[in-house]
């Protein structure tokens, strides 16, 4: 098995054949063939590569493999529809990455559970935790007045991809994915999410630090979908922010910060979440940086410490976006900005945040 | 079409028209309109999610037709750019778009007025922050946006919104 910085040069490989070839999904494409390689499936980075290459560079009408289509009515009806069907069937949502994934013919299903005309599948709700219907869109977060109460859910929702891909991609769908540059599990990370599922054995809580387990995997069984993410509302004194690089909008970011504090007063923190998107397999919590601000004043001197940890917890490899120091120096910077952020927050002053382009 | 899987049937009001179609479930959005339609006005770029020239409206809200599969259409309602132009004249984002030479090669252009419908029905005033976030999935490789811009400004505030 290759060890973990071999498997993350890999990653950054697929990333710079992403940038050529103007297609992010290209590049995932060759981010799955390593997940296989990882997991011993050896035949798969070369074809999947050469696959991506192909179809991305052809400049072609891209279609999927042929696929048998079913309507779940229900999410009951979805679990056992995809029971019966079995390992050849994927459910869709949004389809904002599967979709691209069964053009480049690197997920090949033979049947498509559709989960977007199950009614009542998209809400946000208020009512002491916030809750998420699974199928509830990007761009309805980004809007809602209700997920505003915690603002790190803005800053990630409305920040995603671009307005068209908002409209389609769903919040359940992305963490179902797994992506390691994926926006929200940072921040459902730094927030305690709690995960709703429903599989053929009934339904289940799962905390999000639980429910991710590595690089596009997550602890879902087969047939088993999510039918909620609820996000606890925090207590007074306590604000977040997230913040990432990205070359342009549609692409991937480069780096990604998400901080949760909650204070004791003005100036002493109680409480902080700091994780970092993207420079590794899955969003890495930063223990060392939560300790810097545990129950300490939030001076100038210890941002600049949780700068560093934040730097030292990620794992850059060098590609077309940037050398790993640039990276890194990156996390660091966004890092500062949203420990920033996050404590006006808290202090109950109102500050937009938006992702860095560059 | 391998044998044993059977077409989906698609309804959707597509600019005004109601159609009804059986098609494969792998025909994609931006084939529907075209292949099925013949509405060639949605143009396929990248392919690959990332161009937004195939930007189309799904029930009023902008998509890249390109990412989103013809039976996730069904039952709605779609705006293309031939349902822009009312009785032969031109939609004022359309003269907008003319009036200031808002494109390169235009092949793009489609893309880029279904995006700039959508922003400015969200901001009829848009400030330049809201316009660079508006056509954010359509900015992608070439230069000479400052036309495009110019013309998004220059439509804004004169009725340049759906239905008008």
Redesign the interface.
Known sequence: MPARRQILRLVTLAQDFACCT?????SKAAQFAIIFHRREIPQWPQRSVTVALAL?GS?V?????????H?AKSYPDAVSLLGELGEDAKF?AG??SL??L???RLSTPAH?V?L??IPGTSYIRSNGVLRFGALTRH?EIASSADAALLPILHDCAAGI?????R??GTIAGSIAEADPTGDWAPVLLATGATVKTLGPNGGRNIQIEDFIRDAYTTVLEAAELITEIEVPLRAERSGGAYIALKR????YASASVAVQLTMNDGHSCKDARVYLGVLGLTATRVNAAEEVLHNQAITPERIAKVCEAVMAAAEPTADMRGSADYKRHAAGALARLAVEAALKRARGERVEVAHLYA | MPEGIPRVRVTVRVNGKQYARDVEPRTLLVQFLREELSLTGTHIGCDTSYCGACTVLLNGESVKSCTVFAFQSDGGEVLTVEGLAKDGKLHPLQQAFSDCHGFQCGYCTPGFLMSSIQLLEEHPHPTESDIRKGIAGNTCRCTGYQNIFKAIRAAAGQGAEIGD
Do not use: E, T, W
């Open positions: 103007l297609s992010p999904h290209a991305a400049g009408g891209m279609y999927p493999r042929s696929f048998a289509y309507r869709l389809g904002q979709i691209p069964m053009k480049l498509l559709d977007n005309f761009s991809a671009d307005p068209q891909v409209h389609m342009c909008a549609p692409v």
